[in-house]
């Protein structure tokens, strides 16, 4: 199934380039061409190539690099810049310099690690476009994290909770405060009475409640604090949302699904039975980090269109396991 993902990756390099010079050369710099990926909703496939990348610097780590290989990595990198996916920027050099420092040292991760962290810090750094300056939004976001609403919203998280009967336990129940689901059908002030998300052009928004007009909206009419991509300063993230919808108990399941798994792709990763169980086992890991990273910034883990995508890459790491081990045990 590697094949048919490096086919979509082809697809996807051949068309976003296309996209980004109708984009970015025509009279509309917001011009969704054929998938729409520059304009409305690039994240997705800023994603979708982040993943891909990943693959190819675990199979250059565990099994070396070809031309192709050095092209696709070459190509991805430029477009998943054009798409503005800034946290994206932050968590992907961060995954791979984790996830390949963990593994088995070998001469392949020196060039790697100078490719994934050093190049691209290098080139932002020195870049003096508002849209590149990763830095400056970062160090914003932290230093005023207290004024940003998920700052505030850390603070209210108790009261929150506190709300209903059993709350720390059961949460507020889901879909009723600041998940994805909710924020699909909320009413969204400073937004005309519509959404902030892109399902509003297939569901209305209708809904509201008493806990987002006390402790939501109020720290998202705030000033913004932007790191493209993602608005740091708007009260959304995965590890919130998750914790307060569902309690302390339904947390525990997707967030230890995904502490469970990483656990047994590191060690498939330091004691795998072959370059590519081991290749494999980065692969997913990095993709895993990656998604946990930006969830830190939004509510990416109650997304499918992103984590069907990094649980689909850790099946095949989990067949290819279930497959090629025994067949090495007996040998």
Not at 48 to 60: E, G, I, K, P, S
Not at 166 to 177: D, E, Q
Not at 233 to 248: H, K, R, V
Not at 287 to 300: F, K, P
């Amino acid at each position: 199934m590697v094949w048919l993902l490096h086919l979509l990756l082809i697809a996807n390099l051949a068309v976003g380039s296309w996209d980004a010079l109708v984009g970015l050369t025509g009279p509309d710099t917001r011009a969704d061409f054929v998938f729409g990926t520059f304009g409305v909703n690039s994240n997705q496939m800023a994603l979708f190539l982040a993943c891909l990348l990943a693959h190819q610097l675990a199979r250059w780590r565990f099994l070396g690099v070809r031309r192709t290989q050095l092209w696709l990595l070459g190509h991805s990198s430029v477009l998943i810049l054009l798409c503005g996916f800034q946290t994206l920027w932050v968590v992907l050099p961060m995954a791979v310099a984790a996830v390949l420092a963990l593994g088995r040292f070998h001469a392949r991760l020196l060039p790697i690690l100078l490719a994934a962290v050093v190049v691209p810090g290098l080139v932002l750094s020195t870049v003096s476009l508002r849209c590149f300056e990763v830095s400056h939004f970062l160090s914003v976001a932290i230093n005023r994290f207290d004024d940003t609403g998920q700052g505030q919203l850390l603070h209210d998280t108790p009261a929150i909770m506190a709300s209903g009967p059993w709350g720390f336990l059961v949460g507020v129940a889901p879909g009723t405060f600041k998940s994805r689901a909710f924020r699909s059908i909320a009413l969204t002030p400073g937004f005309g009475g519509g959404t902030c998300d892109v399902a509003v052009a297939i569901v209305l928004p209708f809904f509201t409640s008493e806990l987002s007009e006390q402790y939501l909206w109020p720290h998202f009419e705030r000033g913004r604090i932007l790191l493209r991509g993602a608005n740091t300063a708007a009260p959304f993230t995965s590890y919130l949302s998750i914790l307060i919808e569902t309690g302390g108990l339904g947390a525990l399941a997707p967030l230890g699904i995904y502490v469970l798994r990483a656990f047994g792709l590191l060690r498939s990763l330091r004691r795998g039975r072959d370059a590519w169980e081991r290749m494999l086992a980065a692969w997913a890991l990095i993709c895993q980090l990656m998604v946990l990273g930006i969830a830190r910034l939004d509510d990416y883990l109650e997304t499918s269109r992103y984590t069907l995508l990094v649980w689909h890459i850790v099946a095949l790491w989990r067949v290819y396991r279930q497959r090629r081990g025994p067949v090495l045990a007996q040998r």
